[in-house]
């Protein structure tokens, strides 16, 4: 059986949300003593995981350093944070799966995501991504083509497109390296966003993917018989927050279309989860999840979490 992890930022950030580089190591070393768990019952796994936190701190050196050295592009900040957590990754598989006797090869993967140049998301950027500024420096920088929302008392926050995932480009890479025996961590932030133009030549964006919405199309494109999506909650809730909450456990995927219609899941966090479960299960047929890292054996086996099944 394959199956497709996909990790949340609690996975690559301490509790408090800290992200020094001995906080990310041993965040990756929880998450990768999970997922060593899942490959011990003899599941091959293929890892996605976000990287919203490492992206933003690298929009402030870019900022802070802009008058030394040139400021690097979103693309290239996905690039590099899908280096920087493919490297972490895997060190913390290997050393989690050693632990118990088991010896892998591990990968990871530089992976491209193609979106279309002209997704509406282009237009209207937005996901906010950055730092609160001060409205003159907004200023100066929507003059250079950047788009801010105005947040009144926290200052002004930079907005990009966050197109929708049309194809992982990479994907075949990954699924070789998948059937060739090894644990393969790919698609980190939902991939590098890139169009590609009119002359086939491929380009960077400066864009966002949805970690959870890339995940589901991975899934999909390296034929996973799963989907698991790796998060800080048991299960996703309906009344989420209020006396009537009401975890839920196996459902129907039209089920669970329809909680999110009625506005069970919140559009910047539990959402986009739902939404890349079902696409999952409707495309495939197969089994999704939503669960917490530490429940993601027994997600599997449909004992635990939130398991979307298709009907
Ligand atoms: P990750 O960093 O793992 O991608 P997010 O923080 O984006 O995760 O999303 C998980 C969070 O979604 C939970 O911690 C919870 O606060 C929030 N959430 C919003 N709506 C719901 C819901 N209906 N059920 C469960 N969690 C929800
Ligand atoms: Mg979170």
Same mark, same amino acid.
């Given at each position: 059986?394959? +199956?497709?992890?996909?990790? =949340?930022? /609690?996975?690559? !950030?301490? &509790?408090? =949300? *800290?992200?020094?580089?001995?906080?990310? #190591?041993?965040?990756?070393? !929880?998450?990768?003593s999970a997922v060593a768990g899942l490959v %011990?019952?003899?599941?091959?796994?293929?890892i996605t995981h976000g990287n919203g936190p490492q992206v933003g701190n690298l929009l402030v050196k870019n900022e802070l *350093?802009?008058?030394? +050295?040139?400021p690097v592009p979103?693309?290239?900040?996905?690039?590099?944070?899908?280096? !920087?957590l493919g490297f972490v990754l895997m060190n913390a598989l290997e050393a989690a799966l050693a632990q118990r006797g088991v010896r892998r090869p591990t990968a990871a993967v530089v992976t491209r995501t193609r979106v279309d140049s002209g997704d509406p998301g282009f237009s209207k950027p937005t996901k906010p991504i950055g730092r609160f500024l001060p409205k003159d420096?907004?200023?100066v920088l929507i003059e250079h083509g950047q788009h801010f929302q105005d947040r009144g008392d926290r200052g002004w926050r930079r907005v990009v497109a966050s197109p929708e995932p049309r194809e992982i480009l990479d994907a075949g890479v990954v699924m070789t390296l998948a059937d060739a025996g090894y644990l393969v961590v790919a698609n $980190? =932030? $939902?991939? #590098?966003?890139?169009?590609?133009?009119? /002359?086939?030549?491929l380009h960077? +964006?400066?864009?966002?993917?949805?970690?959870?919405? $890339? &995940?589901?199309?991975?899934?999909? *494109?390296?034929? %996973?018989?799963?989907?698991v999506i790796a998060t800080d909650v048991d299960n996703a809730i309906i009344g989420y927050g209020t006396d009537a909450a009401q975890p839920i456990g196996r459902v129907g995927v039209e089920q669970l279309r329809s909680y999110a219609v009625e506005g069970h899941f919140a559009s910047g966090s539990m959402g986009p989860k739902v939404d890349a479960i079902c696409r999952y299960v409707e495309q495939t047929g197969n089994t999704g999840v939503i669960t917490s890292l530490d429940n993601i054996?027994?997600?599997?086996?449909?004992? *635990? $979490?939130?398991?979307? +099944?298709?009907?």
């Open positions: 059986m394959r +199956v497709l992890v996909a990790l =949340g930022g /609690n996975a690559m !950030t301490a &509790a408090d =949300g *800290s992200v020094g580089p001995d906080d990310q #190591i041993a965040a990756a070393q !929880t998450a990768m %011990a019952e003899g599941v091959d796994v293929v *350093s802009a008058a030394v +050295v040139p979103l693309d290239w900040c996905g690039a590099q944070t899908q280096g !920087t420096e907004a200023q $980190g =932030g $939902g991939g #590098i966003p890139v169009v590609r133009g009119d /002359n086939g030549v960077g +964006v400066e864009a966002v993917i949805d970690k959870d919405l $890339g &995940a589901a199309l991975l899934a999909r *494109s390296v034929a %996973a018989d799963r989907l054996v027994a997600g599997i086996r449909g004992e *635990s $979490g939130t398991v979307v +099944v298709a009907g």
